[in-house]
């Protein structure tokens, strides 16, 4: 590819890939989690949920995510991920809270 060359990338094929990713995801999460619940290695509930969410954001607080020479782009990318996984685990929490293990 040239240097004149460039790529457009459709906006909302984009998002719907995400969006779908982010569903997938979850869904695999969800499963697992369950699965874990049934063999008897974890009691899911809304409290284990929050535990897990808590250990996820200290470890992405932890890591440099990205190496980039800047650190507010550095900062704006950890706060954008720790929301999206604030976003993620709360979906995840009311999916526990309204369809309880039976």
Avoid: C, W
């Avoid at 997938?24 to 409290?47: A, H, N, S």
């Avoid at 704006?76 to 999206?84: C, G, P, T």
């Amino acid at each position: 590819m040239s240097d004149e060359e460039s790529v457009e990338l459709d906006a909302v094929a984009t998002v719907s890939r995400i969006t779908a990713l982010e569903m997938l995801v979850r869904q695999i999460m969800i499963v697992q989690l369950r699965i874990l619940d049934k063999m008897g290695e974890i009691k899911l509930d809304p409290d284990y949920v929050q535990t897990i969410h808590k250990a996820y954001a200290e470890k992405v607080d932890e890591s440099p995510i990205i190496e980039s020479a800047s650190p507010d782009v550095n900062y704006e990318f950890k706060m954008m991920v720790l929301h999206n996984l604030e976003r993620f685990f709360d979906d995840l929490e009311r999916h526990v809270k309204d369809n309880p293990a039976a």
